[in-house]
């Protein structure tokens, strides 16, 4: 078996992203991203509930699932879950261009209407841990020092009688 989930990941154009809001409650939704560096970017508008959470709790995970229509076992659709500390980017540095650039190469058109938007900001994701399901009994934890690098859960008894 893949020891990897990199190819897994390269097919994604979009990332779930779950936020916490003012009262600590949960917020999810999705939004188009890049990754650079091992970290994962998103272009957000100020107006986004994501946005506003993210620049006031900087604790968020991001999610990459199956599509239901490509999945063998809709019980076991292959997923990945990353835990993660975020932080907004300035607009008007180096990296801000390198991203931009980044983003119109895979998102195409509407980023170039978009960078132009002065309330839209880079927001970036930074991989403490994660874990991925690739079917029954396929269980991994991730790591900081290589997030696509399976690591075998140790000591766990799963699906016992």
């Known amino acids: 078996m893949e020891r990897s989930i990199k190819k897994f990941l390269e097919n994604f154009q979009s990332l779930v992203i779950s936020s916490l809001d003012e009262h600590n409650l949960p917020f999810t939704s999705y939004a188009p991203f890049v990754r650079k560096d091992n970290k994962f970017y998103v272009y957000l508008s100020s107006m986004a509930k994501h946005s506003h959470n993210l620049t006031k709790n900087k604790n968020s995970s991001i999610f990459f699932i199956e599509d239901e229509q490509e ?25 801000f261009k390198e991203l931009i650039s980044l983003f119109e190469s895979k998102h195409g058109e509407t980023v170039s209407m978009l960078k132009n938007m002065k309330d839209f900001s880079f927001f970036e994701f930074e991989v403490i841990k994660g874990e991925a399901i690739l079917g029954f009994g396929k269980a991994f934890n991730l790591e900081k020092n290589n997030i696509f690098e399976l690591i075998d859960r140790k000591d766990l008894k799963g699906h016992q009688k």
């Open 71 to 95: 999945c063998e076992n809709i019980f076991a659709r292959k997923r990945v879950v990353y835990q993660c500390t975020t932080k907004k980017q300035a607009r008007d540095t180096e990296e």
